[in-house]
Nanobody
Framework: AQLQAYGGGLVQAGGSLRLSCAVS?????????MAWFRQVPGKEREFVAA????????YYTDSVKGRFTISRDNAKKTMYLQMDRLNPEDTAVYYC???????????????????WGQGTQVTVSS
């Protein structure tokens, strides 16, 4: 599978953005556990949100709970991250990731994902 993330940009604090991650290739998206991670310079890539293969339960890091929503449209082979009430601490490069063999104990771990998109920059101004 190939992943392409897009939708980043510059937004003021309190604003919203929706990121998309398009899946191409012969892999069926409903066979994939998928996630969003983010990274700022000098820091490790951190988990943001994940959707299990069934898509019926989302997982979030505490700092985005209640503000971000992960979802997927299997027909469009696309995963989304709706980001509301953004603040400057959300500024980062956001990456989408996927793996067909992800297990719940690894769903928040970078090491659990084999496929990665190229990243899209999100900048939140104060």
């Amino acid at each position: 599978a190939q992943l392409q993330a897009y939708g980043g940009g510059l937004v003021q604090a309190g604003g919203s953005l929706r990121l998309s991650c398009a899946v191409s290739g012969r892999t069926f998206i409903n066979n994939l556990g998928m996630a969003w991670f983010r990274q700022v310079p000098g820091k490790e890539r951190e988990f943001v949100a994940a959707s299990s293969r069934s898509g019926n339960r989302p997982y979030y890091t505490d700092s985005v709970k209640g503000r971000f929503t992960i979802s997927r449209d299997n027909a469009k082979k696309t995963m989304y991250l709706q980001m509301d009430r953004l603040n400057p601490e959300d500024t980062a490069v956001y990456y989408c990731a996927a793996d067909s063999g992800i297990i719940l104990s690894n769903i928040r771990s970078r090491e659990g994902y084999y496929y990665w998109g190229q990243g899209t920059q999100v900048t939140v101004s104060s």
